[in-house]
T-cell receptor, first 115, second 115 residues
Framework: GAGVSQTPSNKVTEKGKYVELRCDPI?????LYWYRQSLGQGPEFLIY????????DSGLPNDRFFAVRPEGSVSTLKIQRTERGDSAVYLC?????????????FGPGTRLTVL | AQTVTQSQPEMSVQEAETVTLSCTYD???????LFWYKQPPSRQMILVIR??????QNATENRFSVNFQKAAKSFSLKISDSQLGDAAMYFC????????????FGKGTKLSVKP
């Protein structure tokens, strides 16, 4: 079946602009995670959704970052007033449920470049 | 807080040879999962192998095996009969058992395979 998809694959924007990054999880997966991977680093957790609700947003770096999942499927990560430091690969992962031993399946990521 | 450390930024192996990638972690929890993920240039995180902390037996998946030393908090990955397609970034990751499931990653090891 189809895996996790993310659009766009690459996004170039200017400092101060607003961007939206989209994640389509595997159908039926209730848990969804966003991670940010800066150059030369491992992915870092941003936010976790269980269904439609953000169950843990402790990884969001500041209030310029926001994410939604209104129907419990597709999720959008929104970044306001982008800064050069926001440049990174944003990875999305989905999981059938948030219970062990279910595993996360990752999308190919969106590479965000802020000029 | 849990941390994951990969002390080898880069490793190189000859095709058909064996290579071991190192990972150490820090936690006060007794029940958790450990993972090795492969990230090729396509950016897609691919699960290579996982180990449940309560299992003493080391996990094995074809040419990939781990050496899990719980007391030492060490979790190394051994790749046997290395192939050109094994060249990628490898990330060690930790997940608390029974939690919401977000992963904590190390910084990664870049593996090169020489023909």
């Amino acid at each position: 079946g189809a895996g996790v998809s993310q659009t766009p694959s690459n996004k170039v924007t200017e400092k101060g602009k607003y961007v939206e990054l989209r994640c389509d999880p595997i159908s039926g997966h209730t848990a969804l995670y966003w991670y940010r991977q800066s150059l030369g680093q491992g992915p870092e957790f941003l936010i976790y959704f269980q269904g439609t609700g953000a169950a843990d947003d402790s990884g969001l770096p500041n209030d310029r970052f926001f994410a939604v999942r209104p129907e419990g499927s597709v999720s959008t990560l929104k970044i306001q007033r982008t800064e050069r430091g926001d440049s990174a690969v944003y990875l999305c992962a989905s999981r059938l449920t948030a219970s062990d031993p279910e595993e996360q399946f990752f999308g190919p990521g969106t590479r965000l470049t802020v000029l | 807080a849990q941390t994951v450390t990969q002390s080898q930024p880069e490793m190189s192996v000859q095709e058909a040879e064996t290579v071991t990638l190192s990972c150490t972690y820090d936690t006060s929890e007794s029940d958790y999962y450990l993972f090795w993920y492969k990230q090729p240039p396509s950016r897609q995180m691919i699960l290579v192998i996982r180990q449940e902390a309560y299992k003493q037996q080391n996990a094995t998946e074809n040419r990939f095996s781990v050496n899990f030393q719980k007391a030492a908090k060490s979790f190394s990955l051994k790749i046997s009969d290395s192939q050109l397609g094994d060249a990628a970034m490898y990330f060690c990751a930790y997940r608390s058992a029974g939690s919401q499931g977000n992963l904590i990653f190390g910084k990664g090891t870049k593996l090169s395979v020489k023909p």
